[in-house]
């Protein structure tokens, strides 16, 4: 619990001087600029809510709740902002976990995302093909399409396992409904009732970033950040759902 609120005061201060240097409100488009408020709000009302679950409930809860404070509300502002500055920099770093496979790997295990199933790769597989492609490149720089289309097949392939062990079967077409329908049938506590469609939202623009930027020409510093918010998003993801929930 102390590292996640030392690295959600950490957010908040190099967000702040991003914020700051924002020279209008066209630097992010209206939608993201709701989403990233209330992914704020929520970390205020969790911070508070933490405290009273300490002292009500078992530590384990307390933990869950205070993990989402490092997972909500980083994305939007690091994939929205094109112009680059020393604040969107230091953001950049600091986000940026080089332990953070380690703990999507740990919860893939959780979630049984390692095995494979009718004779396919698993998504942890996959996330591990990317990272191996990323860290040891053919050429001088990774090839967007090596680290990319298996960060993206990896997300696809986590969501339809998941989507199979719901509790109860409903129609979930897109992106952003499966993460919606998975977040009320096997949501963790204390989280925000929009927090699961925020975080359907997130996934939809970063699905679409993958789909354009593996036929594009990206610097190894683009493919490694893309890389990076697909690990954030499956942190995110799987740390606010219950894995008990699940068949």
Known sequence: ??????????????????????????????DMWGDLTRAWEEQTRL??????????????SATTAAATLTTTGS??????????SEELQALRSYVHRPNRIEMVRGLARIFRLDGASHGSRSPLQLLEEASAALARP????????????????????????????????????????????????????HLATDHFERLGRDLARLLDRLSVAKTGVLSRRQVSDLF????????????????????
Do not use: Y
């Not at 994305?75 to 680059?84: C, D, F, K, Y």
């Not at 990774?142 to 719901?166: C, F, H, I, M, N």
């Open 1 to 30: 619990m102390a590292e996640s609120f030392d690295f959600a005061e950490g957010l908040a201060r190099h967000t702040r001087r991003v914020i700051e240097q924002v020279p209008n409100d066209s630097a992010l488009p209206a």
């Open 47 to 60: 911070t508070t809510s933490v405290f009273n679950v300490i002292s009500a409930a078992p530590s384990s």
């Open 75 to 84: 994305t939007e502002i690091l994939s929205g902002w094109v112009s680059p």
């Open 138 to 189: 053919v050429g001088d720089s990774p090839a967007p399409t090596a680290v990319l289309v298996s960060a993206r097949e990896a997300v696809q392939l986590a969501l339809a396992d998941l989507l199979r062990r719901r509790p109860r079967q409903e129609p979930a077409a897109k992106a952003a409904d499966k993460v919606s329908s998975l977040g009320l049938q096997c949501g963790r506590p």
């Open 228 to 247: 990076d918010e697909v690990l954030q998003f499956f942190e995110a993801f799987l740390r606010s759902l219950d894995s008990t929930a699940l068949k």
